[in-house]
């Protein structure tokens, strides 16, 4: 479904975008896929705290199927540009509540990263669903009085609030709902039971100047390269989601695995 211009704008004025059954018919795979993953990685979930896996999508062929889903694809066309970049994804079953947080400290102004969560659970305000401050990824007073009192809490504090009491927008989804998030946007959640499963994609726009592929470049690549540590979230280090890519996904995977070479061919050269 091609986003009307109506919703792209919302999505840029308030830095996220709710889309309800976008992907409701492909909620019984995804479950299964999600629990695939865990298991491959020998990872079991206790209950006591949030596990991950990443990278996520990139670990089995089904999942990364999903850079080729027509619906995935005209949503963050709409969104990002058809020339977007696939710049990793995680997976987690969540556990309890979550401080208040931004995904990234991405510069104002710059590249355009967002985040397209799946959660595969029904979800309510009182049981963990994603909770965001409309507004809070634009740069100026709001945004850096965030900044500021990082994770919210001495804010809250100060004038005797808690985080769930912050003014905010509750996203209430069943399985298939899609909520789509800039990585600057605030966002929380509370009451939330020990197993709530959910993964994501991370975008962002085709980084076309020099400042947005430096943008680019901070996002997927380590703070330290070494042979252990080739790269954070770059595509590529999995041969599935190249082995299986389709010339479409490779159009979105192509400059972050660009940058990943070029960067690696310099650090190759100092050894």
Known sequence: MALTPQQCEFFHSFGYLVLPGLLADDVDWMIEEHRKVFEKNGIVHDGTKRTYVVPFIDQTEKLCTLLDHPKVLEV??????????????DGSYYSGNTSWHDDGGQRPGGLVFAKFHIYLDTLTRDTGCIRVIPGSHLPGGWRDQLRENIWLQPFCESIGV????????????????????????????????TARRHFDLNLSSRAKTEEEIADLEKFILPGERTKEKPSKYAPGEQD?????????????????????????AAWEATQ
């Open 76 to 89: 963050l066309g709409s969104l990002l540009g058809d020339d977007f970049n696939y710049v990793g994804s």
């Open 162 to 193: 808690a985080g769930t009491d912050i003014p905010c927008v509750a996203i209430e989804n069943e399985p298939g709902d899609v909520a789509v998030l800039n990585h600057t946007t605030y966002h929380a959640s509370f009451g939330g039971g």
């Open 240 to 264: 599935i989601m190249l082995g299986t890519a389709t010339p479409e996904r490779m159009r979105h995977l192509e400059q972050v695995i660009e940058r990943e070479n070029l960067d690696r």
